[in-house]
């Protein structure tokens, strides 16, 4: 069975940072693409950064871009991303999902590509 799962969320200051892990179980890392997706109250989910796993080649976001950093570590079949600056508009559920075709990453943020999710990690940001 494979499985994903989210974890570092927490209450953090403006400026602060997190950095947030997706664990995988039951696949290995090399062939499949990770992406992180958060939703804040009242919001759509919307995609912040993706990883293909076998070459670490990695897309972000506007929202994020610059402020995150998405990283892969196959040995421990985990994908992390740390995210820097943080602002209370970051406040979300951050979720991660895996994607067994690693190359569609013209559909990065494509939700329906994605076959497991994560249950995702809460992040606060206070002002």
């Known amino acids: 069975e494979v499985q994903l799962q989210a974890s570092g969320g927490g209450l953090v200051q403006a400026g602060g940072s997190l950095r947030l892990s997706c664990a995988a179980s039951?696949?290995?890392?090399?062939?499949?693409?990770i992406a992180w997706f958060r939703q804040a109250p009242g919001k759509e989910r919307d995609g912040l950064s993706y990883?293909?796993?076998?070459?670490?080649?990695?897309f972000y976001a506007n929202s994020v871009k610059g402020r995150s950093t998405i990283s892969t570590d196959n040995a421990k079949n985990t994908v992390y991303l740390q995210m820097d600056s943080l602002k209370p508009e970051d406040t979300a559920i951050y979720y991660c999902?895996?994607?067994?075709?690693?190359?569609?990453?013209?559909?990065?943020?494509?939700?329906?590509?994605?076959?497991?999710w994560g249950q995702g990690t809460l992040v606060t940001v206070s002002s």
């Open positions: 039951g696949i290995r890392l090399d062939d499949y693409a």
């Open positions: 990883i293909r796993c076998r070459d670490g080649v990695a």
């Open positions: 999902a895996a994607t067994d075709r690693p190359y569609a990453h013209s559909q990065a943020w494509n939700e329906a590509q994605y076959s497991t």
